[in-house]
């Protein structure tokens, strides 16, 4: 089976912009979980979609969005960047749910804002 | 706010030599999930612990959940350059929260 995709690889931005990061999962599975890594915070959760829904959600503000399309591809949204929102962005699908299955992680979109 | 620290932050070993890496959380865990991530690459899912007090091994690498289902340790036997990397544990609270450790990056001497 082909591994998580994510699309692009590196994105440079500049702040008060918004940019949209989309991330394939491994076929078959359902459930599509985002996160945020930077040298500082370290990994942290953003959101959970399961079936096109949004399942669980991690403490970031309202500039992150999300969403899931009905074949599990997910989008992930930041509005107004700012600079701290530099960070590699991973996403990671499981089959059912992301905090009990096993979690795939793609290789990640590289966001620098400037 | 919830927290899980992850000690230490670096270790440097010697090839051969044993590792181990620490996870203590804040609050009780439905279960703890461990990753490693290689420089430049991507976290890769180890394994996950439930029950209190499980034990699990893979070849050299030993997993334990407390007994509390607070703290974790990954326990790596006679380390191999092919070990270099960093460790994450990630905790999922009572609420489905996962809180990821900061890690342990993990170099090895040769």
């Known amino acids: 089976k082909a591994g998580v995709t994510q699309t692009p690889r590196y994105l440079i931005k500049t702040r008060g912009q918004q940019v949209t990061l989309s991330c394939s999962p491994i076929s078959g599975h359902r459930s599509v979980s985002w996160y945020q890594q930077t040298p500082g915070q370290g990994l942290q959760f953003l959101f959970e979609?399961?079936?096109?829904?949004?399942?669980n959600k991690g403490n970031f503000p309202g500039r992150f969005s999300g969403r899931q399309f009905s074949n599990s591809r997910s989008e992930m949204n930041v509005s107004t960047l700012e600079l701290g929102d530099s960070a590699l962005y991973l996403c990671?699908?499981?089959?059912?749910?992301?905090?009990?299955?096993?979690?795939?992680f793609g290789p990640g979109t590289r966001l620098t804002v400037l | 706010g919830q927290q899980v620290m992850q000690i230490p932050q670096y270790q440097h070993v010697q090839e051969g030599e044993d590792f181990t890496t620490y996870c203590n959380s804040s609050?009780?865990?439905?279960?703890i999930q461990w990753y490693k991530q290689r420089p430049g690459g991507h976290p890769v899912f180890l394994i996950q612990l439930v029950k209190s007090g499980e034990v699990k091994k893979q070849k050299r690498l030993t997993f334990q959940f407390g007994e509390a289902k607070k703290n974790s340790s990954l326990h790596i036997t006679a380390t191999q350059t092919t070990d270099v990397g960093t460790y994450f544990c990630a905790g999922v609270n009572r609420d489905d929260k996962i809180i990821f450790g900061k890690g342990t990056r993990l170099h090895i001497l040769p």
């Open positions: 979609y399961f079936s096109e829904t949004q399942r």
């Open positions: 990671a699908s499981s089959p059912v749910r992301g905090i009990t299955d096993t979690q795939y």
């Open positions: 609050t009780t865990l439905s279960n």
